[in-house]
């Protein structure tokens, strides 16, 4: 079935070091990638998002690297700063069949003062 | 995501009891969705809905039910028979097809 594998489950980094969040899908026809960050309690909020028409894209300290061809796209935070401590999740849909996204298993963003 | 609202903030429900989680939105969108999170774990899709009027189960359905009766509402019944439905629930709406989802708050069920 349809599934996104998401790496690594827990990474921690030094304040102003970069941090790197990889994604791999399944499902070739994907199209749509989102990517949330849910702090503690709290809900999952969007904070950069790819469609397959796009290699890369950038927002301020973010960015996001979309690979079609070896079905990954990966995240990157910059300059990191406590604040970006939290639950970082992927996911993954497409333009036809079912509305529903398919998400990877989250990882564990520690930033170290 | 403004403009997602769930309601109650904390349940507690005692066993054997239903219990309706409410979900409105005024996004005006076609999809919702509602999603359960254990603690420290992800996202697992218990329902979703893509037109008024129909849904599909998702994951993990089973002692759940939900209804759509109108484009705004989708609440989510917690029956007796979900043998262990303590959790965060969170619901989402989002346009459709490869568009964004919109997180509500989420309502935290705690079974005493």
């Known amino acids: 079935g349809e599934n996104v594998e998401q790496h690594p489950s827990t990474l921690s980094v030094q304040e102003g070091d970069s941090a790197v969040i990889k994604c791999t899908y399944s499902?070739?026809?994907?199209?749509?990638f989102p990517w949330y960050k849910q702090e503690l309690g709290k809900r999952p909020q969007l904070i950069i998002d790819?469609?397959?028409?796009?290699g890369e894209k950038k927002d301020q300290r973010i960015a996001v690297t979309l690979n079609k061809t070896a079905k990954h796209f990966s995240l990157h935070i910059t300059e990191t700063q406590p604040e970006d401590s939290a639950v970082y999740f992927c996911?993954?849909?497409?333009?036809?069949?079912?509305?529903?996204?398919?998400f990877g298993t989250g990882t564990r963003l520690k930033v170290l003062a | 995501d403004g403009g997602i609202t769930q309601s109650p903030k904390y349940l507690f429900r005692k066993e054997g009891q239903n219990v309706t989680l409410s979900c409105e939105q005024n996004?005006?969108?076609?999809?919702m969705y509602w999603y359960r999170q254990d603690p420290g774990q992800g996202l697992r899709l218990i329902y979703y809905?893509?037109?008024?009027?129909?849904?599909q189960k998702g994951d993990i359905a089973e002692g759940y039910s939900v209804s759509r009766e109108k484009k705004e509402s989708f609440p989510l019944t917690v029956t007796s028979a979900q043998k262990n439905p303590t959790a965060f629930y969170l619901c989402?709406?989002?346009?459709?097809?490869?568009?964004?989802?919109?997180f509500g708050p989420g309502t935290r069920l705690t079974v005493l």
């Open positions: 809905s893509q037109i008024v009027n129909d849904f």
């Open positions: 499902d070739s026809a994907s199209n749509y």
């Open positions: 996911a993954a849909s497409k333009s036809s069949g079912t509305y529903k996204y398919i």
């Open positions: 989402a709406s989002g346009q459709g097809l490869a568009d964004t989802q919109y």
């Open positions: 996004l005006n969108h076609d999809a």
């Open positions: 790819i469609r397959s028409n796009v």
